[in-house]
C-alpha cells in the first residue's frame, strides 16, 4: 500500500520500510521545495504522531540513506579530533561549545571534495550527515565535561590521579548512562510537547542549507578551514619559532607580547595575571559567547585581579604572585557566586521543573505502542533505556567502591537523583537551549554533603553522575530535534549518537592524561582550570565547614552569593522588560563568577572577541575567514 507525502511536491511514492532506490540528487532535491516543520503539529499526541510520520518522515527517514558506516566513521574522526577543542579550552576557561554545526560544515565540505574529485560515488545524504552530527556531537560534547570538572578537582584535592583504566571506564559508563536515559523523554518532550531545543534547529537549519543552496556549504567550509590556518600560523608565530632555532626567539609574538607587559604593566601586576596575551582561542570564544557574557566576565576580572586581590596582597594576607597563589583566595567569591546563581535561576523556573515530573506518567504510563502505531516501530525501544541504566548502574557501582569506597546504596541513589534532575535539565534545555548542568551538580553535591558528610571523593564523584547524564540526555535530545525537523529515523539516530562515545571516551581520556599528566598542572597560568576549582571549592567547604576557611573567604562567600542572587533575580525584576532583553540579561550570571575564577588576560581576550561579534551582527556578510569556531578548533589543537 502506498501513500503520497504532499510536502515532496512532486507526488513521490514513498513505500514505508522500503529501501533507498531512488538517486541521491532525486532525493536531495525535496529539500529545495520544503519548509521545516518548526511550527509543530496540532492534536492528540497519536494525532500529533501521526502526522509527523505521514508528511515528514515518509519518504524520507523509510528511503533515504543515513546510518552507513561512512557517517558513523566521519563522525567518529569529526567528533574524536573537535573533542580536544572542549577539552582544551575547557581546562583554559572551564566551558565548553557545542561541535555539531561545525562537524555538518567540515563533513559536507570534506564528502562533497571527494566526490567532485571522484574518489567516492555519491556525496552523503542529509540524513547521512545527520548521523554523522549525531555521532560527532556525542564523541565531541558527551564525554570531556567529566573531565574538566570532577576528574581535575579529584586530582586538586588528592593530588594524585585515578589509574588509566578506571577512568576510562568511568567516563565510558557516565556517557552510556545518559545517552540511554534520554530514551523515554525524547518522544514526550520532542515529539509529543515539541519543545523547540534551539540548538537543534539551527543544526536542521544548518544541513537544510548545506544541501540545497548551491555552493553556500563549501563557502562556509573554506572559510572555517582560513580561519584554522590563521590560528595555527598565528599559534606557531607566537610559541613555535624557537622550536626552529633559538636564534628565532627575538622575533616569536609571544616575546613581542612580554616585553609589551613589562612596559606597560611590571612585574607586579604580571603577577596577577594583569597583561595581554596573543590568544586567538580566547578571542573565537568570545565572539561566540556574545558582548553580554563576555564584558560581564571582564567586569568579575577586574573587580577580583586588580581591586581584591591588590589589596589582600598589600596587607599581607596573600603571599607570592601568579595564578595558583592567588586564586586560593579570589575563588571563593566566584564560586558562591555562580552556586547561588544556577540554584536560584533554577528555582525561579520551578515551573518547568513541576512540568518535567509531570510528564512521567506520559512516559512510563500510557503506552502509544502496538499494531496501529509505526511511530513506536521507529523510536529507541524501553528495552534499549532498561539495559543501559543497568550496565551503567552496575559499572559505576562497582568503580566508585572499588576506587574510592563508595558504598553501592550511594551509587543508587546519586542515578536515581541523576535521572530526576536529567529530566529537568532537559526541559530547560528545550526551552531555553540552556543545560543547568552546574546547578544539577551542585544540588547534588549539596545532598551528599548530607548523606555522606566530610567525604570529599564521594561528594565529587556523586555529583560528576548527575551533571555528566544531564548533559549526555540533553545533548541527545537536541541531535533528536533536528532529525525529527528532517524526517530522520529516531532509532537509527539513536545507535549514531551511541556509537560516539567510544571514539569520543578514548580520545578525551588520553588527551586529558597527556595534558593534565599531575595535579601541578591544574591551577597555573597554562590550565586554570576554573570549573575544577568551583567543585574542589565547593566539596572542601562541604567537607571541613565554612567556619574554618577564615574571615576573608567567608566574607567572600558572603558577597558573591548576594552578587550571585542579585544576577539571578534581575532579568525578571521588570516585567515591562522585552523578552530579547531578558534573554541577554540571563546569560550575565556566569560571566562574573568566571572571570574571579579565571586569569585576567583571558578575559580581555573573550571581550575583544564578543566585541567583535557586537559590531558584525548588524549587518550581514559572505563567510568570513575570520570564523571563530575555526579559529577556536584550530588554536586548541596547538
Known amino acids: 500500500m502506498s501513500t503520497t507525502n504532499p510536502n515532496l511536491g512532486d507526488g513521490t511514492d514513498a513505500r514505508a520500510g522500503e529501501p533507498a532506490k531512488s538517486s541521491p540528487p532525486a532525493a536531495e532535491a525535496a529539500y529545495e521545495l520544503e519548509v521545516l516543520p518548526i511550527a509543530g503539529f496540532q492534536g492528540t499526541p497519536e494525532e500529533i504522531e501521526r502526522q509527523w510520520y505521514e508528511q515528514v518522515y515518509r519518504g524520507r527517514g523509510d528511503r533515504m540513506l543515513q546510518l552507513t558506516w561512512r557517517a558513523v566513521l566521519m563522525g567518529s574522526v569529526l567528533g574524536g579530533v573537535l573533542s580536544l577543542?572542549?577539552?582544551?579550552?575547557?581546562?583554559?576557561?572551564?566551558?565548553?561549545?557545542?561541535?555539531?554545526?561545525?562537524?555538518?560544515?567540515?563533513?559536507?565540505?570534506?564528502?562533497?571534495?571527494?566526490?567532485?574529485?571522484?574518489?567516492?560515488?555519491?556525496?552523503?545524504?542529509?540524513?547521512?550527515?545527520?548521523?554523522?552530527?549525531?555521532?560527532?556531537?556525542?564523541?565531541?560534547?558527551?564525554?570531556?565535561?567529566?573531565?574538566?570538572?570532577?576528574?581535575?578537582?579529584?586530582?586538586?584535592?588528592?593530588n594524585s590521579t585515578l589509574p588509566l583504566p578506571t577512568m576510562l571506564a568511568w567516563v565510558f559508563f557516565?556517557?552510556?548512562?545518559?545517552?540511554?536515559?534520554?530514551?523515554?523523554?525524547?518522544?514526550?518532550?520532542?515529539?509529543?510537547?515539541?519543545?523547540?531545543?534551539?540548538?537543534?534547529?539551527?543544526?536542521?537549519?544548518?544541513?537544510?542549507?548545506?544541501?540545497?543552496?548551491?555552493?553556500?556549504?563549501?563557502?562556509s567550509a573554506r572559510a572555517l578551514g582560513w580561519a584554522g590556518l590563521f590560528a595555527l600560523i598565528g599559534k606557531f608565530w607566537a610559541d613555535g619559532l624557537v622550536l626552529v632555532s633559538a636564534h628565532l626567539a627575538p622575533f616569536m609574538i609571544g616575546t613581542w607580547m612580554t616585553t609589551l607587559n613589562q612596559r606597560v604593566f611590571g612585574p607586579a601586576w604580571m603577577g596577577r595575571t594583569v597583561m595581554l596575551s596573543w590568544e586567538p582561542m580566547f578571542i573565537?570564544?568570545?565572539?561566540?559567547?556574545?558582548?553580554?557574557?563576555?564584558?560581564?566576565?571582564?567586569?568579575?576580572?577586574?573587580?577580583?585581579?586588580?581591586?581584591?586581590?591588590?589589596?589582600?596582597?598589600?596587607?599581607?594576607?596573600?603571599?607570592?604572585?601568579?595564578?595558583?597563589?592567588?586564586?586560593?583566595?579570589?575563588?571563593?567569591?566566584?564560586?558562591?557566586?555562580?552556586?547561588?546563581?544556577?540554584?536560584?535561576?533554577?528555582?525561579?523556573?520551578?515551573?518547568?521543573?513541576?512540568?518535567?515530573?509531570?510528564?512521567?506518567?506520559?512516559?512510563?504510563?500510557?503506552?502509544?505502542?502496538?499494531a496501529n502505531d509505526p511511530v513506536a516501530a521507529i523510536e529507541?525501544?524501553?528495552?534499549?533505556?532498561?539495559?543501559?541504566?543497568?550496565?551503567?548502574?552496575?559499572?559505576?557501582?562497582?568503580?566508585?567502591?572499588?576506587?574510592?569506597?563508595m558504598p553501592y546504596w550511594q551509587t543508587a541513589v546519586a542515578v536515581l537523583l541523576s535521572f530526576a534532575l536529567a529530566l529537568v535539565a532537559c526541559r530547560v534545555t528545550g526551552e531555553t537551549d540552556t543545560t543547568p548542568v552546574g546547578a544539577m551538580g551542585k544540588i547534588t553535591q549539596l545532598t551528599f554533603g548530607v548523606l555522606s558528610p566530610g567525604n570529599t571523593n564521594v561528594n565529587l564523584m556523586s555529583a560528576n553522575v548527575t551533571a555528566a547524564a544531564a548533559s549526555s540526555s540533553a545533548d541527545l535530545l537536541t541531535d533528536l530535534k533536528s532529525g525529527y525537523l528532517l524526517g530522520a529515523h529516531p532509532r537509527k539516530q539513536f545507535i549514531a549518537q551511541f556509537a560516539?562515545?567510544?571514539?569520543?571516551?578514548?580520545?578525551?581520556?588520553?588527551?586529558?592524561?597527556?595534558?593534565?599528566?599531575?595535579?601541578?598542572?591544574?591551577?597555573?597560568?597554562?590550565?586554570?582550570?576554573?570549573?575544577?576549582?568551583?567543585?574542589?571549592?565547593v566539596a572542601l567547604a562541604l567537607s571541613h565547614g565554612v567556619r574554618s576557611l577564615g574571615p576573608?573567604?567567608?566574607?567572600?562567600?558572603?558577597?558573591?552569593?548576594?552578587?550571585?542572587?542579585?544576577?539571578?533575580?534581575?532579568?525578571?525584576?521588570?516585567?515591562?522588560?522585552?523578552?530579547?532583553?531578558?534573554?541577554?540579561?540571563?546569560?550575565?550570571?556566569?560571566?562574573?563568577?568566571?572571570?574571579?575564577?579565571?586569569?585576567?588576560?583571558?578575559?580581555?581576550?573573550?571581550?575583544v572577541g564578543g566585541w567583535r561579534r557586537n559590531i558584525r551582527s548588524g549587518r550581514r556578510s559572505s563567510p568570513s575567514p575570520w570564523r571563530p569556531d575555526g579559529l577556536l578548533a584550530r588554536a586548541s589543537w596547538e
Open 284 to 370: 573565537a570564544a568570545g565572539a561566540i559567547t556574545g558582548l553580554h557574557v563576555c564584558w560581564s566576565m571582564l567586569l568579575g576580572s577586574i573587580t577580583a585581579w586588580m581591586i581584591f586581590a591588590p589589596v589582600l596582597q598589600h596587607r599581607g594576607i596573600i603571599e607570592g604572585s601568579g595564578y595558583g597563589a592567588i586564586v586560593q583566595w579570589t575563588l571563593w567569591g566566584g564560586v558562591a557566586c555562580m552556586v547561588t546563581s544556577s540554584l536560584l535561576s533554577f528555582a525561579l523556573q520551578w515551573r518547568t521543573a513541576l512540568r518535567a515530573f509531570t510528564d512521567l506518567g506520559a512516559m512510563f504510563g500510557a503506552s502509544r505502542s502496538g
Open 500 to 537: 560516539g562515545i567510544f571514539v569520543g571516551t578514548l580520545v578525551t581520556v588520553l588527551s586529558f592524561r597527556l595534558l593534565v599528566p599531575d595535579a601541578s598542572v591544574l591551577g597555573s597560568d597554562q590550565f586554570p582550570a576554573p570549573a575544577a576549582q568551583t567543585w574542589r571549592a
Open 380 to 405: 529507541a525501544p524501553a528495552s534499549w533505556f532498561i539495559g543501559g541504566q543497568i550496565v551503567g548502574v552496575v559499572g559505576l557501582a562497582w568503580l566508585g567502591h572499588l576506587t574510592l569506597g
Open 174 to 219: 557516565l556517557a552510556l548512562l545518559g545517552v540511554t536515559m534520554a530514551i523515554p523523554m525524547k518522544r514526550q518532550m520532542v515529539n509529543i510537547e515539541q519543545l523547540r531545543f534551539p540548538s537543534g534547529i539551527a543544526a536542521a537549519e544548518t544541513l537544510r542549507a548545506l544541501h540545497s543552496v548551491g555552493d553556500r556549504g563549501m563557502r
Open 85 to 158: 577543542t572542549n577539552l582544551y579550552i575547557g581546562l583554559k576557561a572551564g566551558w565548553g561549545f557545542g561541535v555539531a554545526i561545525t562537524a555538518c560544515i567540515l563533513s559536507y565540505a570534506i564528502w562533497t571534495t571527494l566526490h567532485r574529485a571522484r574518489i567516492v560515488r555519491t556525496p552523503m545524504t542529509v540524513l547521512e550527515n545527520n548521523c554523522m552530527q549525531s555521532t560527532a556531537s556525542s564523541a565531541g560534547s558527551s564525554t570531556g565535561g567529566t573531565l574538566i570538572s570532577a576528574f581535575a578537582a579529584y586530582m586538586l584535592i588528592t
Open 552 to 607: 576573608v573567604k567567608i566574607w567572600s562567600i558572603a558577597i558573591g552569593g548576594l552578587v550571585g542572587i542579585v544576577l539571578a533575580v534581575l532579568p525578571g525584576s521588570s516585567r515591562s522588560t522585552s523578552t530579547s532583553f531578558h534573554h541577554r540579561l540571563a546569560w550575565v550570571s556566569p560571566g562574573p563568577s568566571t572571570g574571579i575564577m579565571g586569569c585576567s588576560f583571558s578575559s580581555v581576550a573573550y571581550s
